[in-house]
């Protein structure tokens, strides 16, 4: 029986969409509310606003893929689902940063994995932020709204192997683990989360608000880059769009102008701010794109004489926070573990050697698991870092800065991990850094472990949480937004997205997204409607 | 816009290239690079050029030396060209064109040599002198060296793992049929 294709079903119904990469003019368009991207904070406010009667359009800079294009294999999705063709990395190029760009954004590709924002998040944005009305009471009724809305349940079924590491080694050491809810309804355990959910079980954006957007009259413009907004005043006037080629690289020539009355960037981290520094906003105190984050994660392989198989199954479901809050909110930077999906090209680069090295290490990739530590960055007067800038071509890339407050962190993941694998039974355990070889035992990890330079690129670094860049605050000094999203200087324009957060989120970060966005669409209706 | 390959001026390359201000200023060579060789795609590829192939031909087997089992599917060379190029092809211009300023550094005669080790040409390098080569670049103490040797091997590396007949000899029996 073939999957339902929800999204085909639809368009043949009527739903109203444009290709951009297709267009035979230039095209205006109008609505009341423009939302750039599609993501968990553009196809989170879509739903809500269209629902409560404003048209609304939504811009997408990358290509409409369904069910249907979702075939797991690495060699299509990436290219096709990923920003820069998962090429994006730190401006140095030693960080990879995977950010999706489709309709639904980095939730098409995303893990599932869907945490509230930590408590401790929230009362330390209100105290060094002067973030207001984002306390715990004021989000409990969004955030369980929007679980309501995705399925989000504690994971029902056993764990795979890759996953269970975590478990079997806290449960020995005494370390606190849990069970990672999941935005999932009828999943088929299958284990291809990052490249488009097949079987449409994953809660995306593009299975869930952006459909009900459609059909509520919303349209959709999709293969189409939001480049710069055009300003008269304190307003955003119309925002100017460039159509896109098919494999959505380059800009085809054709020019779309749009106008709404209400104009809110959701792009996520590191493309919202580049939309605001391209379109020269207003930025009188120099904060857009400054102090973005991305939980910095390095990696630990072990093998096991057991099969793991770390390519198959719910590709998150254990997760460990005994590190998270260990030194209080901004002592010594926390981190969260978990697991990430192991299919063969990733995990190349990762395992990253050449020669006979790689191949014995690739073998082995059944017999191997993988820990990795999420550093909750921003925390702290000393933690990394980074600022968006615009390349001369106006492409964004982050320059993020690591610091010694940082690496030390990584130091002490790569031990949380070593141990926590051979407490689950590893047989070796290897630290991804260039000059770490396999360790037979823990004392023999401890002491390599201790000795690893930690440099860019010889020490394996990545992100999938883009976050930041856009703060919200009730300064303007230091923030772009007020509480509400709003720009600070610029009447009709909001922000919601990821980019809004003052700090990393410390967990994964989509449901945060939902529930902030969620609660700011709601006011920003009540606003409109006034 | 173009889809030519995103190739660029010499000259910017020297400037502002992936390896460029450090590496070239310290092999001081600006000069004479500007104006020499050609951009466009080599026969059967979009993106790659005749002066890239020889490089990537004695790169992948050297990077992929064990992991084609034998008999080795004897396309495992050009089906891993292939892929590079399809990746680049969907890069952003911007990575794109870093991409092959990495290719012409590694390429261009006056540079090779200083940077690389490797005096002659691509295509008389030995297994040796290519494995030497890329030793040096993932220790160097130049950050610009490893993030060369670090590109070098994520494509190559993607390219080949991506594609079905790589996966025997990683265990990976593939996807399940939905
Ligand atoms: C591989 C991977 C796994 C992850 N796993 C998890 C997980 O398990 N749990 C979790 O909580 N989080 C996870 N995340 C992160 C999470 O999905 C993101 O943090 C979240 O989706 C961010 O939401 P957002 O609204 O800020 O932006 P996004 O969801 O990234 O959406 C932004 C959209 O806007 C589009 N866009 C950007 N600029 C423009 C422009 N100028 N014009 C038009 N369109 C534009 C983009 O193409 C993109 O589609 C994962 C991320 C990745 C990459
Ligand atoms: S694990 Fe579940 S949600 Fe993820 S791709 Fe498979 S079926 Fe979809």
């Known amino acids: ?530 | 816009m173009t889809t030519a390959p995103a190739s660029s001026s010499r000259r910017n390359l020297l400037r502002f290239g992936l390896l460029g201000g450090a590496a070239l200023a310290t092999v001081g060579l600006t000069a004479s690079l500007t104006g020499c060789s050609a951009d466009a795609p080599a026969a059967g590829f979009s993106q790659l050029r005749d002066g890239d192939l020889p490089l990537l031909r004695r790169l992948i087997p050297v990077i992929l030396d064990g992991a084609v089992p034998p008999p080795a599917p004897p396309d495992a060379t050009a089906a891993t060209l292939a892929g590079i190029d399809r990746a680049i092809a969907h890069l952003s211009p911007a990575l794109a064109t870093q991409v092959l300023q990495l290719f012409d550094l590694l390429t261009l005669p006056v540079t090779r040599g200083p940077l690389t080790g490797i005096w002659g040409d691509w295509t008389s390098a030995s297994d040796e002198q290519v494995r030497a080569f890329l030793g040096r670049w993932e220790g160097s103490r130049l950050m610009l060296l490893r993030q060369g040797y670090s590109s070098l091997l994520q494509l190559t590396l993607m390219s080949w793992y991506s594609q079905p007949q790589a996966w025997a000899a990683c265990g990976y029996p593939g996807p399940p049929t939905v």
């Open chain 1, 1 to 530: 029986m073939p999957v339902p294709d929800l999204f085909a079903e639809g368009l043949a119904r009527g739903w109203k969409t444009h290709d951009g990469s297709r267009l035979e003019a230039d095209l205006t368009l109008e609505a009341d509310i423009a939302i750039v991207g599609t993501g968990a904070g553009g196809g989170t406010s879509a739903e809500l606003l269209s629902a409560a009667g404003f048209k609304v359009l939504l811009i997408e800079e990358g290509p409409l893929k369904t069910s249907r294009d979702f075939h797991m294999q690495e060699a299509e999705a990436y290219p096709s689902l990923y920003q820069e063709a998962i090429g994006r990395t730190s401006k140095d190029g030693a960080i990879t940063i995977l950010q999706g760009r489709t309709v639904g954004g980095t939730t098409v590709v995303n893990w599932t994995s869907s945490f509230r924002t930590p408590v401790a998040t929230l009362s330390h944005w209100a105290d060094a932020h002067g973030v207001r009305g984002h306390g715990v009471e004021d989000l409990a009724p969004w955030f369980e709204r929007m679980e309501r809305r995705l399925g989000i349940e504690p994971w029902p079924v056993a764990p795979n192997a890759n996953n269970d590491v975590i478990r079997a080694g806290c449960q020995a050491l005494g370390y606190d683990w849990a069970v990672i809810p999941r935005n999932v309804r009828g999943c088929w355990n299958l284990g291809y989360c990052g490249m488009g959910c097949p079987t449409n079980a994953k809660q995306s954006m593009l299975v869930t608000t952006v459909p009900a957007t459609l059909e509520n009259g919303g349209e959709l413009l999709y293969l189409a880059r939001a480049e710069r907004l055009h300003f008269a005043g304190d307003r955003v006037d119309w925002l100017e769009c460039l159509g896109m080629d098919d494999r959505c690289v380059a800009p085809n020539g054709r020019r779309i102008v749009v106008r709404a009355r209400h104009y809110i960037l959701a792009g996520g981290g590191i493309n919202t701010p580049a939309v605001l520094l391209r379109s020269d906003a207003p930025d009188p105190h120099g904060r857009t794109g400054k102090r973005t984050f991305l939980h910095p994660v390095n990696f630990s392989a072990a093998l096991f004489d057991e099969v793991i198989n770390p390519f198959y199954g719910a590709p998150q479901s254990i997760y460990s926070d005994h590190f998270q809050w260990q030194g209080g909110i901004d002592g010594p930077i926390g981190y969260k573990l978990e697991v990430p999906p192991m299919h063969p090209a990733i995990a190349s680069t990762l395992l990253g050697r050449f020669g006979v090295d790689n191949a014995l290490r690739m073998e082995q990739l059944p017999h191997t698991n993988v820990l990795i530590a999420l550093l909750r960055d921003g925390f702290h007067p000393e933690s990394a870092e980074g600022t968006v800038l615009l390349r001369d071509d106006g492409s964004p890339t982050l320059d993020y800065r690591m610091t010694d407050y940082t690496w030390d962190g990584l130091r002490r993941a790569y031990h949380s991990m070593a141990d926590i694998q051979f407490a689950a039974g590893a047989r070796e355990v290897l630290p991804l850094h260039n000059a770490a070889r396999h360790a037979r035992s823990l004392a023999e990890a401890r002491a390599l472990i201790d000795d690893l330079p930690l440099e860019l690129f010889r020490t394996r670094l990545g992100s999938a949480h883009v976050m930041g860049g856009c703060a919200m605050g009730e300064d303007a000094r230091t923030a772009v937004v007020d509480s509400l999203g709003r720009h600070h200087q610029v009447e009709n324009l909001s922000i919601h997205d990821g980019s809004l957060f003052p700090t990393s989120i410390g967990a994964n970060p989509q449901l945060s997204v939902y529930g902030v966005t969620a609660r700011l669409s709601s006011l920003l209706a009540e606003r409109l409607r006034a």
